[in-house]
């Protein structure tokens, strides 16, 4: 994509440099010459919305790092120190604990626009892998973060995770030890929690580097999916087209940002996590941050056994699934066509995928015996031991006939009512998105590039954006009938 | 316009994560609620009445106090800009007389110098409040086993923050027939539990709240007020929950007015970098 490098050092410093190591080179190439396609729209912004995120990230984590105390004993209090009398400490502390929040909400973003456009098909497959990594590590990242302020849900929502990796045959309860340092979570999970929470950001930085050079070589996907084909009339350089484009979604991410951190600071935490953690005291509900929900959901969805494989270890296996399978997926789609805006179908697919990745995360927030909705009145259901000493259960509408029946029974036979509600559980909502998460990715993008008939494209950048505002007869003639989104072009035949 | 489409995802998934958290307790309870004026120091130009922290100070001194620790407060924290004995005559808080003397009140454990004995001494204004237990054990020995919470944070750790603590110091009434209490617990609809074992009738319709440790605190002119506001129970407990809210985060007020700034800043910025946007764009069709 990348043609001949336009940089011509000017100063005598600046050719000195550039003979030995073209350092502004790279960075004129990268971020002022960058050829970029013309027509990116706005959901294309958020690359930089989230290096912006990396960056607050890492410079006000760094100064938490100054004053936190990984230590079973002092850590909350600790953060509470950095609210109360380090200077600005509050701002800091809420930066970054909203910054993973406003990180996270970024990258879905991000990742739901390069699942509609394609970003992830040939030749962009790596970039798309190199992605998914990123992703990976900033779960991880994130997670070890939230065990650092060692309140309720740091101490349990860990006790959770290094649990579940126990539930892998063979190597699960080495890995779990070895990530907890010891038998149990305590002063040691908590000091290697913070040292990888430190390191990983930066593994991040440098894999982001990674991707930021094979998005350079491939160049941008755009709305169209259609390929630059004239570098002179699809691209305009990226400084400062794209410059300040960016800019100005980055200054209005910020201000949503603002608004969490100045206005809202605690809405996206848990206020369990302002307890100290106490091992003795397990919370009712133990939940993950929002962002984790969706996967948290699918692993709590499976509570079947298949075969000789527990219904644990499935959901284990369905969880890191969910994620694995973002890896695979410029295989699984099947489809010539990258941009959805051409694929009626997949369109509407992609819709339902969105719909049960959000459903996915209701499902995760609330138990899963809990009812979405009920059938009915409540029941009464009466235990207790039969005639015959086996356990029984009746079901009464009233109260009058539950006290009734008690009374016919023998004192030994231990009668005890409870309220029982028929309706919808949250665990079946779990099941139902869950599977069209994988039916998605399984059956749906294989199924579809073969099946499905789609919209005439473009036949370039330069045509599609041409076409918005007034018709040429070039554009005309290279994409009769004429691209779908422009519902005001008439074909001149 | 695709920007507003853009940015309409932003604020829906920003809203939908914000409301994705999970609902709280086992059985019913009812739903927190302030005093019937509302809070002052709630929204984005809440301010906190300084009259009404050094009001929510003594009961906490007086009443609170003998059960609850708030071991993350030092002496000094109320002189500082926004605390209760805040005074613009000593910017630096060590040096408010009214805090000194607050401090010096109390007697806390040290050591001799020479002899290495242990003494008390009185405490100073970066003391940090003293517990009134000297371990778990103790505090769990004295209430019936039951840890009066630590209340340093304790609007931030509650669902319904100060409205929690509202509800739950005003909301105190007789048990309903046919709700057996134990002894030693009291009943309240807005402490979450489950009414459900200890109810004769219908379980369906169990009330409301759970059982806590705690008696009811507060009675009418318990605390006798230096401003001489009457100390009803929902004055005082609306004047403690508003002093617990300022303990809870005292910077909340400098945030709150931080915003301010930082948003309308961003907005201009937003403005010029909108404007500029236009301009550098206006020749190319995209």
């Excluded at chain 1, 910054?99 to 970024?106: R, V, Y």
């Excluded at chain 2, 369906?204 to 705690?214: Q, V």
């Amino acid at each position: 994509m990348s043609g001949q490098s336009t940089y011509e050092p000017k100063t005598g410093f600046t050719k000195w440099l550039d003979a030995r190591m073209p350092i502004v080179r790279l960075a004129h190439d990268s971020f002022v010459d960058f050829p970029t396609p013309k027509n990116l729209n706005y959901w294309y912004t958020f690359g930089g919305i989230l290096a912006v995120c990396l960056v607050i990230q890492i410079v006000t984590g760094v100064v938490l790092a100054m004053h936190y105390v990984a230590s079973t004993d002092a850590a909350f209090a600790s953060v509470e120190r950095i609210m109360r009398d380090v200077e600005y400490g509050w701002l800091i502390r809420y930066i970054h604990s909203n910054g993973a929040s406003m990180f996270f909400l970024a990258v879905y973003l991000h990742m739901f626009r390069g699942l509609y456009y394609g970003s992830y098909k040939e030749p962009r497959e790596l970039l798309w892998i190199l992605g998914m990594v990123i992703y990976f590590l900033m779960m991880a990242t994130a997670f070890m973060g939230y065990v650092l302020p060692w309140g309720q849900m740091s101490y349990h929502g860990a006790s959770v995770i290094t649990n579940l990796l126990g539930a892998i045959p063979l190597v699960g309860e080495g890995i779990k030890t070895y990530l907890q340092g010891g038998p149990a979570i305590g002063d040691a999970t908590l000091n290697r929690f913070f040292s990888l929470h430190y390191l990983l950001p930066f593994v991040i930085a440098g894999v982001v580097i990674l991707h930021i050079w094979a998005l350079h070589v491939t160049g941008n996907n755009n709305p169209t999916g259609v390929s630059v084909k004239n570098v002179k009339a699809d691209t305009v350089p990226f400084t400062p087209y794209y410059t300040v484009k960016d800019g100005f979604a980055i200054i209005l991410f910020l201000i949503m940002f603002a608004v969490f951190v100045f206005y809202f600071p605690n809405v996206l935490g848990h206020a369990d996590n302002y307890i100290e953690a106490n091992p003795l005291q397990t919370p009712t509900h133990i939940v993950p941050e929002w962002y984790l929900l969706p996967f948290y959901a699918i692993l709590r969805a499976v509570t079947f056994d298949i075969g000789p494989i527990e219904a644990k270890l499935l959901g284990v296996i369905a969880m890191f699934g969910s994620i694995l399978v973002l890896f695979a997926l410029p295989w699984l789609d099947t489809s010539k066509v990258r941009s959805m805006r051409y694929r009626p179908l997949a369109q509407q697919c992609f819709l339902g995928f969105v719909i049960a990745c959000v459903v996915l995360g209701f499902a995760g927030a609330n138990n899963p015996d809990d009812l979405v909705f009920k059938f009915g009145a409540d029941k009464l259901a009466m235990s207790y031991t039969d005639a015959n000493g086996g356990a029984a259960v009746r079901t009464f509408t009233e109260f009058a006939e539950a006290n009734s029946f008690l009374a016919t029974l023998p004192s030994s036979a231990a009668g005890a009512l409870e309220v029982s509600a028929s309706g919808f559980k949250w665990l079946w909502v779990a099941q139902i998105a869950g599977a069209y998460y994988f039916a998605f990715f399984f059956i749906l993008l294989p199924l579809l590039g073969v099946i499905e008939k789609p919209k005439a494209r473009p036949a370039s950048i330069a045509d599609s954006v041409h076409g918005k505002k007034k018709t040429t007869a070039a554009a005309v003639a290279a994409t009769s009938p004429g691209p779908q989104t422009t519902g005001s072009l008439k074909p001149a035949e | 316009m695709r920007l507003v489409s853009a940015l309409t995802a932003c604020v829906a998934a920003a809203s939908f994560i914000a409301i994705a958290q999970p609902a709280s307790a086992e059985g019913k309870v009812l739903h927190p609620h302030g005093p019937h004026e509302g809070w002052e120091f709630e929204g984005p130009f809440g301010t906190f009445d300084q009259n009404a922290l050094q009001r929510g100070y003594k009961v906490y001194r007086e009443v609170c106090a003998s059960c609850h620790g708030m071991k993350l407060l030092s002496f000094r924290n109320l002189g500082q800009k926004g605390a209760p004995f805040f005074d613009e005559a000593y910017p630096d808080e060590n040096s408010n007389p009214k805090v000194k003397q607050i401090a010096s009140e109390y007697m806390v454990a040290a050591f001799d110098e020479e002899t290495g004995d242990p003494i008390q001494v009185a405490a100073t204004t970066v003391t940090a409040f003293p517990s009134p237990y000297a371990n778990e054990a103790a505090a769990r020995g004295s209430n019936g086993g039951a840890l009066p919470p630590d209340l340093s944070v304790i609007t931030k750790a509650r669902h319904g923050g100060a409205s929690y603590i509202y509800s739950l110091l005003t909301g105190y009434v007789s048990p309903p027939a046919g709700l057996t209490v134990s002894p030693g617990l009291y009943y309240n609809p807005f402490f979450p539990g489950d009414t459900k074992p200890q109810w004769a009738g219908d379980p369906r319709e169990a009330p409301a709240g759970g059982f806590l440790a705690m008696a009811p605190p507060l009675r009418e002119g318990l605390v006798v007020f230096d401003d001489g506001t009457a100390s009803t129970v929902e004055q005082m407990s609306a004047d403690v929950a508003t002093f617990l809210a300022w303990a809870g985060e005292p910077k909340a007020e400098t945030r709150r007015m931080m915003g301010f700034s930082v948003i309308g800043y961003l907005l201009i910025m937003a403005g010029l970098t909108y404007a500029s946007y236009r301009r550098i764009w206006r020749n190319i069709q995209h």
